[in-house]
T-cell receptor, first 115, second 116 residues
């Protein structure tokens, strides 16, 4: 069975600071990787995804993530955060189980950006 | 496009009572998921439907939780009887086809359940 670990549970940054949120997964086969975001008062939504090819993927709002297969990692980055990036971020792994796709989420990281 | 609809938004009950949640997925989405999100934790999959059939309910506490998806569209999740530890947000999500790769999930706003 797959699992996901997120290392930072609560991060506080000032505007314009750089962001990196760690995510490691455990699964022996091929995986698809996602970052989902939940802004205050809103529902979970997709931020970016990796399936194959270029391990550096770009998502909405200037976010990017790098898949490092040897490290089983999929860290989320943004060079300069804004107050509007305040949200909770979830790393997720999608692996095939019994023919269908099963999505497992990490515990989440709450990001607070201070103006 | 219309999103995933869930109701009620909030529910407060006493332990040992029963409660039901309703979900209407995005039109045309074959796969429907119920997740439980306890405060401070990530969403945990309770049950996954493909059309009206169950493909995964390995983490559903079947002695008290039940779910159905009649006609492969709407779904209800029921808890009977509720325990204090069931206090959580119950999220419904849908995707076009959970048997395909690359599928992203569309989430509803969730139902926040408090068991007193």
């Amino acid at each position: 069975a797959q699992s996901v670990s997120q290392h930072n549970h609560h991060v506080i940054l000032s505007e314009a600071a750089s962001l990196e949120l760690g995510c490691n997964y455990s699964y022996g086969g091929t995986v698809n990787l996602f970052w989902y975001v939940q802004y205050p008062g809103q529902h979970l939504q997709l931020l970016l995804k990796y399936f194959s090819g270029d391990p550096l993927v770009k998502g909405i709002k200037g976010f990017e993530a790098e898949f490092i297969k040897s490290k089983f990692s999929f860290n989320l980055r943004k060079p300069s955060v804004q107050w509007s990036d305040t949200a909770e971020y979830f790393c997720a792994v999608n692996a095939r189980s019994g023919g269908y796709q099963k999505v497992t989420f990490g515990i989440g990281t709450k990001l607070q950006v201070i103006p | 496009e219309a999103g995933v609809a869930q109701s009620p938004r909030y529910k407060i009950i006493e332990k040992r009572q029963s409660v039901a949640f309703w979900c209407n997925p995005i039109s045309g989405h074959a796969t429907l998921y119920w997740y439980q999100q306890i405060l401070g934790q990530g969403p945990k999959l309770l049950i996954q439907f493909q059309n009206n059939g169950v493909v995964d309910d390995s983490q559903l506490p079947k002695d008290r939780f039940s779910a159905e998806r009649l006609k492969g569209v709407d779904s209800t999740l029921k808890i009977q009887p509720a325990k204090l530890e069931d206090s959580a947000v119950y999220l419904c999500a849908s995707s076009l086809d959970g048997y395909r790769d690359f599928e992203k999930l569309f989430f509803g706003s969730g139902t926040q359940l408090s068991v007193l």
